[in-house]
């Protein structure tokens, strides 16, 4: 809103900085937010508004500092939290967090997982996509939320997840409409992303090597040369997996 009345040949590298440091948004939005100031200066210099030179200033525009007051903590669900939804299994929905719980899996890439890249037989699935390079991964279903995910796969939908018409969840509809009530039934104040964090907490706990826990939940750190697809650290994967 600062800024939004000037021209563009009147905005300074401080103005754009400014609107960074007071965005109270982390990195990863930042990072954006980086890329469209590019494109904006692109177009300007195209059609002759800016010189050239002008272009240069969104370089310097720092974004390392990034960091949002308000961000809420991740917390893990506790050991008795766990044992309140394995006892509240029979809910398909309660078993749906049992199987973030039990992969690590982000939200959107279980939303988004396929039955074509979910192959049961060997206890596995394939993450296609994700917003890192080193979340592009082979995922190992432990034994104890295998029941699940063949529940799962017999419903009517491309998607391994899908809502009672068999259409592909979206996030705001599986959140609004399934987990919130999840939460509510068992008394519970978690987000999705919780289950990630609990997954990495209980493998740790299980003194599972930080390779393999990398590999398994595609944190960072697992750079793109350390990837690999060809079943070679499966079993790896598979025992470190059933230790929770």
Same mark, same amino acid.
Request: aromatic content about 10%.
């Given at each position: 809103?600062?800024?939004? !009345?000037?021209? /563009? ?13 007071? %965005? ?6 930042? #990072? ?22 002008? #272009? ?15 961000? @809420? ?16 299994? !029979?809910?398909?929905?309660?078993? /749906? ?8 899996? @982000? ?15 060997? @206890?596995?699935? $394939?993450? #296609?996509? %994700?917003?890192? !390079? %080193? ?20 419903? !009517? ?11 592909? $969840?979206?996030? #705001? ?37 930080? @390779?393999?826990?990398?590999? /398994? ?23 470190? /997996?059933?230790?929770?």
């Amino acid at each position: 809103d600062k800024i939004k !009345d000037m021209k /563009i040949a009147e905005i300074k590298l401080d103005h754009l900085q400014m609107i960074v440091d007071e %965005s109270g948004k982390n990195t990863p939005t930042l #990072r954006k937010l980086k890329v469209m100031y590019g494109l904006v200066y692109d177009y300007a210099v195209k059609h002759e508004i800016i010189p050239p030179a002008k #272009r240069d200033l969104v370089s310097y525009v720092d974004i390392k500092q990034a960091g949002n007051p308000n961000k @809420r903590d991740r917390t893990p669900f506790s050991k008795k939290e766990i044992k309140l939804l394995w006892n509240a299994k !029979d809910n398909i929905y309660v078993g /749906i967090v049992l199987m973030l719980i039990h992969t690590g899996v @982000r939200i959107g890439e279980m939303l988004e997982l396929k039955k074509e890249d979910v192959h049961l037989d060997e @206890r596995w699935f $394939f993450v #296609r996509e %994700s917003k890192t !390079d %080193s979340g592009v991964r082979e995922v190992p279903i432990a034994e104890k939320v295998v029941p699940f995910f063949e529940y799962w796969m017999q419903q !009517d939908c491309e998607y391994l997840l899908c809502t009672p018409d068999g259409q592909p $969840f979206t996030y #705001r509809n599986y959140y609004d409409s399934y987990w919130t009530a999840v939460m509510k039934e068992l008394n519970m104040e978690h987000k999705p992303h919780d289950t990630r964090h609990t997954c990495v907490s209980l493998l740790t706990s299980a003194g599972v090597d930080e @390779r393999i826990l990398k590999k /398994i939940v595609g944190h960072k750190g697992q750079g793109v040369t350390e990837q690999v697809y060809t079943h070679v650290d499966l079993p790896d994967k598979l025992i470190a /997996i059933n230790k929770i």
